[in-house]
Structures are given as structure tokens and as C-alpha cells.
Nanobody, 120 residues
Framework: QVQLVESGGGSVQAGGSLRLSCAAS????????MAWYRQSPGKERELVAL????????DYADSVKGRFTITRDNTKNTQYLQMNRLKVEDTALYLC?????????????WGRGTQVTVSS
């Protein structure tokens, strides 16, 4: 059974940092690309960052470029999202996704999310 379990969310003041983790199990972790999405009430789900299966390529939404860093450790079956210089508008439920399908770039597996709240 595939599981993606996010952790590391919380409440932080603007300008602060958080590090999210996503622990994966039940599939061949190193064979799949992964991503972080976020969802805010009343807004569409937004792709935040994605990373290749080997971890050698990544891409980011313009809104987080230069502030967020996505990484993965294939020896620990875990991906991470380091979030620095957080803004109020980064407040959202952050979701981990794995195994993209092409060409639609939808993801096969999803976690339940971890809440990030940034206050001014």
C-alpha cells in the first residue's frame, strides 16, 4: 500500500522558515519524480515545486523561486521542501505528490497534507 506522509508544517511569522518532509512507502521511491503542491481555501491547487527521480533536476513556481528548495533523499525514501523568507500568502495546506503521469503531468499518489500558516 502506497503511503505519503507529510510533516513539518506549523505556524510561523513572516520572514521565518520551515522545512517540510514527505516520507514515502509502498512503491519504488527512486523511480518516480515527486512534487509539492499547495491548496488554499477558495483557490485552485498550485504546483509549488517538482523534482526528478534522481533529484538532479527541479523546477519551481515563480512565486517561490529563490525562497523554496526541493530536495530528496533516495536512501531515506523522503523528499523535503525548505521554505525560507515565508510570506503571508504562502499560507496553505502543502501536499506531497509522487509518480507523474505523462503527458498530463497529473500525479498518481498523494499525501494528505501538512498545514503551513504564516502570520504578519
Amino acid at each position: 500500500q502506497v503511503q505519503l506522509v507529510e510533516s513539518g508544517g506549523g505556524s510561523v511569522q513572516a520572514g521565518g522558515s520551515l522545512r517540510l518532509s514527505c516520507a514515502a512507502s509502498g512503491y519504488a521511491f527512486s523511480s518516480c519524480g515527486m512534487a509539492w503542491y499547495r491548496q488554499s481555501p477558495g483557490k485552485e491547487r498550485e504546483l509549488v515545486a517538482l523534482i526528478s527521480s534522481a533529484g538532479d533536476t527541479s523546477d519551481y513556481a515563480d512565486s517561490v523561486k529563490g525562497r523554496f528548495t526541493i530536495t530528496r533523499d533516495n536512501t531515506k525514501n523522503t523528499q523535503y521542501l525548505q521554505m525560507n523568507r515565508l510570506k503571508v500568502e504562502d499560507t496553505a495546506l502543502y501536499l506531497c505528490a509522487a509518480c507523474p503521469r505523462f503527458p498530463s503531468l497529473t500525479y498518481e499518489y498523494w499525501g494528505r497534507g501538512t498545514q503551513v500558516t504564516v502570520s504578519s
